[in-house]
């Protein structure tokens, strides 16, 4: 793998990864295009622990915040700070508490399916990849549909917005599953997963990447294993360049998705994936 190949598949990284298109499905397409073959998982890994790095410094005050709570939460002190009124996540301690509660939950069901999925993920065809984006495509369009009307019912009754339940958090860890497959979008089955099952969109948004760290730290130490194999079949400066750009290219993908996901265009982006997994499913 050259530098320029791998600069390249970081900005594919960089721009899957957070848009919900699925950045391990484009991978592994970007790398069939390449003429790249056997490519150590690990590679794909590194990329995602760039992006990771992204969520983290973007989310960095409401990771803190959990972090605090988390801290008063094991040493019984008490606190009624309010840090944001609306903020569903971490804007009280006893909303903080839920979160956390469903990031542990999520994770473990998560990393669950993940194990599982991973034993046979090498050997996906690149039919199935782009038979997932259609599938991706269908999740986008039916949770955007059904949270505008939950959201209509909720005004209509002025039903009050409440943090992540233990159901819910249930559905995401679930849906996140489900987004290890190639093709499947993590972030795009995790933020509809969120969707259908009643979070409020922008939670739904937010709490779809926070809860994505345990998960790719996770994957990252599973694979850390091949990290010898991987610099010797790829090489140390390709990787280095490929993270840095994933690192770039995601900052700005996940700030430009959570604009789109406050204005509930989620669907928007089945416009893209219908073709290209239709086009896909011919060609390849």
């Not at 721009?15 to 970007?30: D, K």
């Not at 130490?221 to 990290?227: H, Q, V, Y």
């Not at 994933?246 to 789109?260: D, H, I, W």
Request: proline share 3%.
């Amino acid at each position: 793998m050259t530098i320029l190949q791998s600069i390249l598949l970081g900005i594919l990284q960089g721009v899957a990864e957070f848009l919900p298109i699925s950045s391990s499905g484009h991978l592994q397409l970007g790398q069939e295009l390449f003429g790249l073959s056997e490519v150590p998982l690990l590679y794909d890994v590194c990329l995602h622990l760039a992006t990771l790095l992204a969520v983290i410094i973007y989310f960095r005050k409401k990771i803190w915040n959990l972090l605090k709570i988390f801290g008063r939460w094991i040493t019984k002190k008490s606190s009624t700070e309010i840090h944001d009124s609306e903020d569903l996540l971490c804007g009280t301690d006893e909303l903080g508490k839920k979160t956390i509660i469903a990031i542990i939950i999520a994770t473990i069901i998560t990393g669950s399916i993940g194990i599982v999925t991973s034993k046979f993920i090498p050997d996906l065809s690149s039919k199935f990849v782009c038979g997932g984006f259609l599938v991706t495509s269908f999740l986008l369009i039916f949770s955007s549909i059904l949270e505008k009307r939950q959201s209509k019912l909720k005004e209509q009754n002025a039903i009050p917005e409440k943090g992540i339940s233990i159901v819910q958090s249930i559905v995401i860890g679930f849906a996140q599953g489900f987004g290890t497959l190639p093709g499947i979008s993590r972030s795009g089955s995790t933020i509809a997963g969120a969707l259908i099952s009643g979070v409020n969109r922008k939670a739904a948004g937010e709490f779809s990447f926070i809860v994505s760290i345990p998960a790719i730290l996770g994957a990252f130490i599973l694979e850390l294993k091949n990290l010898g194999s991987m610099t010797d079949s790829i090489g140390a400066l390709p990787i280095i360049f490929g993270c840095i750009a994933s690192f770039v290219v995601g900052y700005l993908s996940l700030a430009f998705l959570m604009k789109l996901i406050r204005k509930g265009k989620l669907e928007w982006f089945a416009a893209y994936l219908i073709p290209v997994g239709i086009l896909g499913l011919i060609f390849f």
